[in-house]
């Protein structure tokens, strides 16, 4: 395992779930952890600070170093007390690890515009919010002699960049944050930081619906594991992957695919302004089935080529 001894990490979401995963692998490799957690349902109500206290105590029980915060990531100020806190309890910030979440599935025609804003506060502005004073903080340590080695992962969804039937506030927040992966890669590789993003598939209480059927076995592998995800997440936090950035991962049990991102598919070509008829007489040609999006589970079963194995 790669050693992380003397780096500090936030985890944000880590009191359950993935994140939690995130937290304890990131503690066994070295570094000491935030473990930050408002405690709300699913559905981002009501907060508790059990999850993450149960997580910080779950890691010094193991000879790590941990402490709990409860600072809501898509508030901006609480994001930046969040890592200040890491700052002040252990004089540095190396890594930031990206994923609380929350879900609140409607299909379209019946979604609220609360729904539709809580979804995109939890994940688009709780992404933005903590990288934003994350890269504040890189910026003004590699103004020194200081040689950053900063860690930004961000965490995606199948959903964000497959599409997926009833998740339109929720693949539109995780398809923004591929994005918002992408463009922090390229502003912030001055200042000598990663970023990176997971589009994670576990059995967590957010999936129970989702992968009810997919059970985990009796003995031997559980593709569905939350703690298959962490592995990536501290590989790409060592030193030697300081050029590999920008980049989304699908990551099914042990199989994990380095997304292509949007790549420029069927050409038009033309030398000038197209004229509307000939334009849709060429897409008719060219699309004689028409055009239409494959859906989630069939782009998955491409991508990780395991969710039919584990059927
Ligand atoms: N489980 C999957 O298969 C899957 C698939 C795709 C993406 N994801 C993403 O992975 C991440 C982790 O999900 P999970 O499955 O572990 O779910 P989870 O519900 O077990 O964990 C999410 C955690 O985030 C915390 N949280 C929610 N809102 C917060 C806020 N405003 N501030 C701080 N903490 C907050 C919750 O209290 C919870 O403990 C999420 O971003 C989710 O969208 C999960």
Redesign the pocket.
């Known amino acids: 395992m790669p050693n992380l001894e003397g780096k500090v990490a936030i985890v ?9 995963e995130h937290a304890l692998a990131l503690a066994q490799a070295g570094a000491s952890v935030v473990v ?5 349902s ?1 559905a ?1 109500e009501g907060s508790d600070a059990t ?1 993450a206290q149960t997580v910080v105590n779950e890691i010094v029980a193991a000879g790590g170093k941990a402490v709990a915060n409860y ?4 508030d901006f100020a609480a994001a930046e007390h969040m890592i200040e806190r890491a700052v002040e309890r252990y004089g540095r910030l190396d890594i930031l690890i990206n ?5 609140r599935d409607r299909m379209l025609v019946n979604m609220s515009e609360d729904e539709w804003d809580a979804v995109i506060s ?2 688009l502005k ?1 992404h933005f919010a903590p990288l934003r004073h994350a890269a504040a903080y890189w910026r003004e340590r590699s103004k020194g002699d200081d040689d950053v080695r900063g860690r930004v992962i961000n ?5 964000g960049v497959f599409g997926n039937v009833g998740q339109a506030n ?1 693949g539109a927040a ?1 398809a923004g944050i591929a994005a918002l992966t992408v463009i922090a890669a390229q502003e912030l590789g001055r200042y000598g930081v990663t970023v990176n993003c ?10 129970e619906m ?2 009810g059927g997919l059970e985990a076995p009796e003995e031997g592998f559980d593709p569905l594991d ?1 703690g298959n995800m962490s592995p990536l997440v501290v590989a790409l936090c060592a030193d030697e992957a300081q050029d590999i950035t920008g980049q989304v991962f699908f990551v099914w049990g042990g199989s994990v695919n380095v997304l292509i991102p949007w790549e420029d598919g069927e050409l038009f070509p033309s030398d000038a302004k197209w004229d509307a008829d000939e334009l849709l007489a060429q897409l008719r040609e060219r699309f004689p089935e028409g055009a239409a999006p494959a859906g989630m589970m069939a782009m998955m079963q491409k991508a990780g080529g395991q969710s039919m194995r584990a059927r």
């Open positions: 944000t979401g880590a009191g359950r779930g993935i994140g939690r930050n957690d408002l405690g709300g699913v981002g999850p600072d809501d990531v898509s994923n609380a979440g929350i879900l939890v994940h709780g965490t995606s969804s199948p959903s929720y995780k997971l589009a994670p598939n576990a059995r967590t209480r957010m999936t989702t992968f939350p």
